[in-house]
């Protein structure tokens, strides 16, 4: 592996990783925290800062035959991609990508659209199969095992074509005004409900004086 920058791609056209995640979580989160610099910090998010406190500093070991890597850099010429990865295991030469998450063990779209990114990455840099990678939820200490599936390495491909079309056109999306509301660290810079509610009346407002044709 060698690190070096993506040569056919600005460093303004290169997609954090953990934006794929901000965006299938909520598109309006996305353009928040990556379009408008807007972060916040929640009981959620402090705790997830703790837990990757165990692994922000880039080290690796071997452990029973495996060699960890910690903190791992990421990139993806094809895709356009860059972050890091949490840990990743080196099985024989088979990268097995991990991600640390708060919270007990439970399946979450999102994580696993971001774990495949990372894998995708791996693919890349080391030109080795990664079939499947696991999610570290720490409340539980349990690892969610997530495979790489045709369908899921398609809804990334999806997922970094949105973005780049709402980087092309900024836009700020409708606030979801839903449960994903709760935990969300940006509700007071986003308001969902006064937003949602400005909403419906700028749609009723726009079909006040409308009259149905016969
Ligand atoms: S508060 Fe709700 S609508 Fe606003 S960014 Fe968060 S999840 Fe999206």
């Known amino acids: 592996m060698t690190e070096e920058l993506c040569p056919t791609r600005s460093d303004d056209d290169l997609i954090m990783i953990s934006a794929l995640q901000h965006y299938s979580y909520c598109p309006r989160q996305y353009a928040l925290i990556h379009q408008e610099q807007t972060f916040d ?9 703790a837990v990757h406190k165990q692994v922000d500093e880039p ?7 495996v060699r960890v890597e910690r903190a791992l850099s990421l990139w993806s010429y094809r895709l356009g991609l860059t972050g890091r990865a949490d840990v990743v295991e080196f099985h024989g030469a088979t990268p097995y990508p991990v991600e640390y998450k708060h919270g007990p063990r439970r399946q979450r779209e999102h994580d696993d659209l971001q774990l495949c990114a990372q894998a995708l990455c791996l693919e890349e840099m080391t030109g080795q199969d990664v ?19 045709p369908a899921l390495r398609e809804q990334v491909a999806q997922t970094v074509t949105a973005i780049r079309q709402m980087a092309a056109a900024p836009i700020l999306p409708p606030a979801v005004n839903d449960a994903r ?3 969300c660290s940006l509700q007071n810079a986003c308001l969902p409900s006064v937003v949602s509610a400005t909403t419906r009346q700028q749609s009723v407002r726009a079909t006040l004086f409308v009259t149905e044709q016969a």
């Not at 910090?41 to 800062?49: A, D, K, M, P, V």
């Not at 570290?136 to 599936?149: A, W």
């Open 131 to 149: 079939p499947e990678g696991a999610i570290f939820h720490h409340s539980s200490r349990r690892r969610r095992v997530v495979r790489f599936t």
């Open 41 to 49: 910090e929640n009981l959620y998010t402090l705790r997830g800062r």
């Open 181 to 183: 509301c709760t935990h």
């Open 59 to 65: 080290e690796h070991e071997v452990a029973q035959g």
